[in-house]
C-alpha cells in the first residue's frame, strides 16, 4: 500500500515556475514508477509527465515538453514535478500517481494523490 500527497501547488503569474512535490508513505515507493497528472475544469484527467522507478527515463506530454521537468528522490520517498514557463492553459488540479509501469495511461497506476491546485494567472 503506497499513500500519496501533493504540495507546492499555489498562484502563479504566467511565465513564472513551481516545484510540485508528492510524498509516499510505504517501504515500497522506490519499486514503482511514478506518474502526474491533471484535471482542468470541465475536462478529463491528462498525463502529463512520468518517471520509471529507478528514475532513469522520463516521459512527458507534448504540451509540456521542454518545460516541466520530472525527478525521484527515492531515498526521501518523493517525487517532483518542476514546471517553468508556465502558461494560463497549465491550471489545472495536479495529481501525482504510483504505478507499475512509467506510462501515460491512468489505468496503469494503482494510487492516487488528493491532488494540489495550480492556477497560472495572465
Known amino acids: 500500500q503506497v499513500q500519496l500527497v501533493e504540495s507546492g501547488g499555489g498562484l502563479v503569474q504566467a511565465g513564472g515556475s513551481l516545484r510540485l512535490s508528492c510524498a509516499a508513505s510505504?517501504?515500497?515507493?522506490?519499486?514503482?514508477?511514478m506518474g502526474w497528472f491533471r484535471q482542468a475544469p470541465g475536462k478529463e484527467r491528462e498525463f502529463v509527465a512520468a518517471i520509471r522507478w529507478t528514475g532513469g527515463r522520463t516521459y512527458y506530454a507534448d504540451s509540456v515538453k521542454g518545460r516541466f521537468s520530472i525527478s525521484r528522490d527515492n531515498a526521501k520517498n518523493t517525487a517532483y514535478l518542476q514546471m517553468n514557463s508556465l502558461k494560463t492553459e497549465d491550471t489545472a488540479i495536479y495529481y501525482c500517481?504510483?504505478?507499475?509501469?512509467?506510462?501515460?495511461?491512468?489505468?496503469?497506476?494503482?494510487?492516487w494523490g488528493q491532488g494540489t491546485q495550480v492556477t497560472v494567472s495572465s
Open positions: 500517481a504510483a504505478g507499475r509501469g512509467a506510462t501515460n495511461l491512468r489505468r496503469e497506476y494503482d494510487y
Open positions: 510505504g517501504r515500497t515507493f522506490s519499486s514503482y514508477a
